[in-house]
């Protein structure tokens, strides 16, 4: 199972920019992706979290500028990023909780994206 984060870059502040991560492989379902960042110096920190049904969970520091989304067709969530502030700047990385069912076992693992650079700066 691999995971493609894209669509980080630099921004102005109060600019915008969505994310997309596409999961690919050996899945046969996904239930919770979210999205996580990590700023230079500092801990990885939840941005985001959605789930098979569509609920939603956010940052209390993202809350109303953030919007996470997913098309379980595609196996893809996304992030789109408004009102981008200069303390947003960090490495964006994906995850998800897929299910592998095999004939004789099923995997549930986690996989992460890579990680993209959001930076937000004038």
């Known amino acids: 199972v691999q995971l493609q984060a894209s669509g980080g870059g630099l921004a102005q502040p109060g600019g915008s920019l969505r994310l997309s991560c596409a999961a690919s492989g050996s899945i046969s379902s996904i239930n919770g992706m979210g999205w996580y960042r990590q700023a230079p110096g500092k801990q990885r920190e939840l941005v985001a979290t959605?789930?098979?049904?569509?609920?939603?969970n956010y940052a209390d520091s993202v809350k109303g500028r953030f919007t996470i989304s997913r098309d379980n067709a595609k196996n893809t969530v996304y992030l789109q990023m408004n009102s981008l502030k200069p303390e947003d700047t960090a490495v964006y990385y994906c995850?998800?909780?897929?299910?592998?069912?095999?004939?004789?076992?099923?995997?549930?693992?986690?996989?992460w994206g890579q990680g993209t650079q959001v930076t937000v700066s004038s």
């Open positions: 959605i789930t098979s049904g569509g609920s939603t």
């Open positions: 995850n998800a909780d897929y299910l592998d069912v095999r004939p004789d076992t099923t995997v549930a693992g986690r996989e």
